[in-house]
């Protein structure tokens, strides 16, 4: 797969650290990567680094550090819960050296909830109220307990419900390049058949980033080319050429519709 050029690349960026040994082991399967990656991309911030962590204090205080000074947005996921495995708060305030403690609004807002509930508002819940000094608060409309931005960190749920509530109050304030564009071209040829092909029409076509995708399926085997970038054109015009390819290779294209699974 290419890439567009650095001095194309849509910027700002962004990456997730997933924050969980429950993840590693194979326990519970991560689904806010897709997610978050299909929302960031509408606004023209593309993912450009996922990493898997355990639930250790100088993992993830690494991984924060390391992270937030490579890209413009670092999200977290996972972690803020009422037990004692749940670090990825005192980790987050530790690798901004702040201090952290229960926040006011948070008490508030995690009172308000389960005053209309049938469970208390104990000390170990009382734990998803601490937030580290300066952050901001970022809604939770599902179950109160929020997640917090600290310079360009966006601590949020492990749970995918709560991560994409989340999610909406963060996108609408994001800075991005736009959107990014994609179409996707399908046909039955072998990757390395058209592996060439593509090499030349990436050259050619240096704004735009162009990826081959094989698939096994109830079909057959397909294989999926996609081309990205923020210009409509252009994005157009290399997508032509794939075709172009597919047909002098012997292959039918299909030109997928927008959404479309490919």
């Not at 050029?5 to 991560?30: F, H, K, N, Q």
């Amino acid at each position: 797969m290419t890439e567009p050029s650095d001095a194309s690349r849509p910027e700002p960026t962004a990456a997730l650290l997933i924050v969980g040994d429950e993840i590693l082991s194979g326990r519970t399967r991560d689904a806010n990567l897709q997610h978050l990656a299909e929302r960031l991309q509408t606004v023209g911030v593309p993912v450009v680094e996922a990493r898997v962590i355990p639930d250790r204090a100088e993992t993830v205080i690494a991984a924060v550090r390391e992270l937030s000074s490579r890209v413009d947005y670092l999200f977290t996921s996972g972690g803020i819960g009422p037990t004692h495995d749940d670090i990825t708060a005192d980790c987050v305030a530790a690798a901004f050296e702040r201090a952290i403690d229960v926040h006011p609004e948070a008490r508030a807002r995690l009172e308000r909830h389960y005053a209309e509930s049938e469970h208390a508002l104990n000390e170990a819940r009382l734990r998803m109220a601490r937030i580290p000094d300066g952050a901001e608060l970022i809604d939770n409309p599902v179950s109160a307990a929020p997640g917090f931005r600290l310079e360009n960190v966006y601590v949020m749920a492990g749970v995918p419900r709560i991560m994409a509530a989340m999610l909406d109050q963060v996108i609408p304030t994001l800075k991005g390049g736009g959107p990014l564009l994609a179409e996707t071209v399908r046909c039955n040829l072998p990757e390395g058949e058209a592996a060439e092909g593509l090499r030349r029409i990436a050259e050619e076509n240096p704004t735009v980033g162009v990826g081959s995708y094989p698939k096994y399926g109830s079909g057959g085997f397909q294989l999926s080319i996609v081309v990205r970038g923020r210009d409509a054109k252009a994005v157009e015009a290399a997508a032509q050429d794939v075709e172009t390819l597919v047909r002098e290779l012997g292959g039918q294209p299909e030109r997928l519709a927008p959404g479309e699974p490919a």
